[in-house]
C-alpha cells in the first residue's frame, strides 16, 4: 500500500513535523472533484462568521439622508441612523449587518468577503486561488503552443 500513498505525492513526517490536517483537507477535497468542475464551485456550506477584528475594524458612520433601503432588512434609511461601511463601500445598518457577519463573511449585497476565524476555510480559500493560477497557468501555456 505504501505506493499508492507515495504516487499520490504523500510522503511520512519527519521527526517533530506535524502534519497539516486542514490544508490536507482542502487538498483532499479538490483533488476528489467534490467541487465541480474544477473550482468553479464554492465552499459546500454558508462561509463561517467573519473574524471578530474585520468586524470591529469596520469604520462607522452616520446617515444623512434616507433615500435607500437597507438591503438586509429592506427599510429604509433614516436620517441619522448609524451604519457600517464594508470594505467594498456598501452601507448596512449597523446591528443588520453585525448579525449578518455573525453568521457568514461576505456582503450581502455584492459577496465581497471579509477574512474569517475559521482555519478550515482559509485553506480552502488559499487552495481555491491556487486552482485559479494554475488553470490561467495552463491557459497561457495553451495559447502560447496553439496560437
Ligand atoms: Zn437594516
Ligand atoms: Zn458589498
Given at each position: 500500500m505504501a505506493g499508492y500513498f507515495e504516487e499520490m505525492g504523500w510522503r511520512e513526517l519527519a521527526d517533530g513535523e506535524q502534519p497539516d490536517h486542514l490544508l490536507h483537507m482542502a487538498r483532499f477535497l479538490v483533488d476528489f472533484g467534490l467541487y465541480e468542475d474544477n473550482f468553479s464551485?464554492?465552499?459546500?456550506?454558508?462561509?463561517?462568521?467573519?473574524a471578530k477584528e474585520a468586524v470591529e475594524n469596520l469604520p462607522e458612520v452616520t446617515l444623512e439622508e434616507?433615500?435607500?433601503?437597507?438591503?438586509?432588512?429592506?427599510k429604509k434609511y433614516n436620517p441619522g441612523d448609524k451604519a457600517k461601511k464594508m470594505p467594498c463601500n456598501h452601507l448596512f445598518h449597523s446591528t443588520c449587518i453585525l448579525t449578518w457577519l455573525g453568521k457568514t463573511?461576505?456582503?450581502?449585497?455584492?459577496?465581497?468577503e471579509l477574512p474569517t476565524d475559521h482555519k478550515g476555510y482559509e485553506a480552502f480559500k488559499k487552495e481555491k486561488k491556487r486552482a485559479e493560477q494554475r488553470k490561467e497557468d495552463l491557459d497561457t501555456l495553451h495559447n502560447s503552443m496553439f496560437s
Open positions: 464551485g464554492e465552499w459546500p456550506r454558508l462561509p463561517p462568521p467573519a434616507g433615500s435607500k433601503d437597507c438591503p438586509i432588512c429592506l463573511n461576505s456582503c450581502p449585497f455584492c459577496r465581497y
